[in-house]
């Protein structure tokens, strides 16, 4: 992993207030943490992804990932498959402002289509769905459509 990628991360969780951070690229993995705070302050939480619904033909709904959420649902309600945004930051279920969503409720997806965009470090990351299916539900705390 470049050094300067690594530099970055530090600095990354050194502003954002994050104790720890493990980012795999390929074969190579590097974890970053630090003590807490003495103060107590707010952590941010993994992101939370939208379940996806089981198909009787073996098939699983996809959705997008999302911002941090202080709530995560109760484990009752979830059934079906979830994608989760393998990073925590911005969540956009369009390519652009003006732009039609990547996908809608009760649309179907196929494996390796765009469920959205998650920005993070100033890179936008395409969430692509892992499991064909029907999407069921977006869990989002800031939902830009």
Known sequence: MDIRKIKKLIELVE???????????????????????????????QAYAAPMMQQPAQSNAAAPA?????????AAEISGHIVRSPMVGTFYRTPSPDAKAFIEVGQKVNVGDTLCIVEAMKMMNQIEADKSGTVKQFWSKVDNR
């Open 15 to 45: 502003e954002s207030g994050i104790s720890e951070l493990e980012i795999s690229e390929g074969e190579e993995s590097v974890r970053i943490s630090r003590a807490a705070p003495a103060a107590s302050f707010p952590v941010m939480q």
């Open 66 to 74: 999302t911002v941090p959420s202080m709530e995560a649902p109760a």
